[in-house]
């Protein structure tokens, strides 16, 4: 991850490799008009372009992105990923996007840091006559800015840096192969990232069965590789508020016996981006020192068909003593939920939110690049919803519907069913279930099916793979959450 640094340094005179200019007017372009104008740079919607500055700047290449009149901290955070990307062979980068206060200069800085993300930790290094010429990595960012000597734009920068790191974070463990990230090895590496900054306890197969977790237990029964139930703590002494974080954390997704296609199969090592948005937050939040609470639990497991997997018709126990009807085995997420949920409703935090790769209803209702968001209390759904546009994740919000009730317990052997017995409203179906391990406290769930992995080319500061939303719209609301 590049390191990010501010300066007061006009952007003719900055020294590095390339200069990202971001172009609102005739004003910005006057000292490159004719490059500009070459090369057809209107100024039109996310246009960038990149030329030779001959000299007209310390940079030896400059970048042009295209700003509405007046930028919010979104247009910015994008506009700075474009440029970086744009410039991809450049090590050293100075940002000129003309921030109007301190949350801009946070928004460019994680803009940089996520835009420059790459995954390789799989590609050869292969050397010799013949060998790819390794691609250079951005190594350091200069935002130009006035505000550079204020000490308030120094912390922002700070806490971008840390936000940054934590998307990345969860980005990687999405993008890692589901054989090397299997759910005690998950565990290992949540355990490893924690340090010391959380307390860490983690639940094996034995311990599991010992604390009633029928979900997880039953999720996980058909792999060779049990499951896992990781819990991190984060309790300050000037803590003002308790948030409790649940996420879903299957490593790979077969479908178990309700099995999947190959081609629905090939991306399903993405099943665990909730837990590893929810863990990555949780860190995130310690190290900003923020005052509030934070317990999270992390409910993994590997979904595989075996002799030993749930069976349609199987009958499990959850932790809050609830019965479930399995009638697909491929609707596993909500079950490893419900004992993460019913758990953390113990915790008797103020508020709950779940982070899941649920359900595709979700996705087929809101597209790929936005979140779903559904609950038991109207306004601490709004509070979400607010949280996730000031971090610049999309999310929209969903009804339970009043008949999902009906459906969730109209199982005849058991207390709940686990599976919609209709064809549609899938998405609310999943949500009305979950609901039922919470009780009373304030829940948000996060369907995040569509947005937590990008099949296409990367765009803004998206990259191909993992994309590690939630992460920021969690850590936005831990600092809302702990500032009243």
């Not at 700075?80 to 991809?88: D, I, L, S």
């Not at 090895?185 to 983690?202: D, K, L, N, P, Q």
């Amino acid at each position: 991850m590049p390191t990010v640094s501010l300066s007061t340094a006009k952007p003719i005179t900055a020294r590095a490799d390339a200069l990202i200019l971001g172009i609102r007017g005739d004003e910005d372009r006057e000292e490159f008009a004719a490059a500009l104008d070459v090369l057809g740079f209107t100024g039109e919607k996310d246009q960038v372009v990149a030329f030779p500055s001959n000299g007209k700047a310390k940079a030896d290449l400059v970048v042009a992105v295209a700003l509405p009149d007046e930028p919010n901290a979104e247009d910015l955070r994008r506009a700075a990923a474009r440029g970086v990307r744009a410039a991809k062979n450049a090590t050293s980068i100075a940002v000129a996007l003309h921030p109007a206060g301190v949350d801009e200069v946070e928004a460019i800085a994680e803009g940089i840091t996520l835009g420059a993300y790459k995954y390789d930790a799989y590609k050869s290094k292969k050397k010799g006559k013949g060998a790819k010429k390794p691609e250079r990595k951005l190594t350091t960012a200069t935002i130009l800015s006035a505000f550079a000597r204020q000490t308030t734009a120094t912390k922002a920068v700070e806490r971008a840096a840390t936000v940054s790191e934590a998307v990345n974070v969860a980005r990687d463990w999405v993008n890692t192969p589901p054989a090397d990230l299997r759910p005690s090895a998950f565990a290992e590496a949540i355990t490893a990232h924690a340090g010391t900054a959380v307390r860490v306890s983690v639940w094996d197969e034995k311990r599991l069965a010992k604390e009633r977790c029928g979900g997880i237990l039953g999720v996980g029964q058909g792999s060779d590789s049990p499951p896992r139930l990781v819990t991190l703590t984060y309790a300050p002494e000037n803590a003002v508020a308790h948030l409790a974080l649940v996420g879903k954390g299957i490593t790979f997704d077969s479908g178990g016996l309700s099995i999947k296609s190959g081609t629905g199969m090939s991306t399903m090592k993405l099943d665990m981006a909730g837990a590893a948005a929810v863990v990555a937050a949780t860190v995130a939040i310690a190290k900003l020192g923020l005052p509030i609470k934070v317990t999270t639990f992390a409910c993994l497991a590997e979904n595989m068909p075996s002799g030993s997997a749930t069976r349609p018709g199987d009958v499990l126990t959850m932790r809050n003593g609830s019965t479930v009807e399995v009638l697909n085995t491929d609707a596993e997420g909500r079950l490893v939920l419900g004992d993460g949920l019913a758990l953390a409703a113990e915790a008797k935090p103020d508020h709950i939110v779940d982070v899941a790769t649920l359900t595709g209803a979700c996705v087929v209702a809101l597209g790929e690049r936005t979140s779903g968001v559904l609950g038991n209390d109207y306004d601490f759904g709004k509070r979400v919803l607010a949280n996730a546009k000031d971090a610049g994740e999309s999310m929209w919000p969903l009804p339970i519907a009043e008949e999902m009730k009906a459906l969730v317990t109209s199982s005849k052997i058991a207390d709940l069913r686990q599976h919609n017995p209709k064809p549609y409203g899938g998405t609310l179906f999943a949500a009305a279930f979950l609901r039922e391990f919470v009780g009373e406290i304030p829940w948000a769930h996060l369907d995040i099916a569509g947005p937590s992995f990008n099949e296409g080319s990367p765009f803004d500061y998206t990259p191909v793979g993992g994309t590690g939303t939630g992460v920021r719209t969690l850590v936005k609301l831990a600092l809302d959450l702990s500032s009243k």
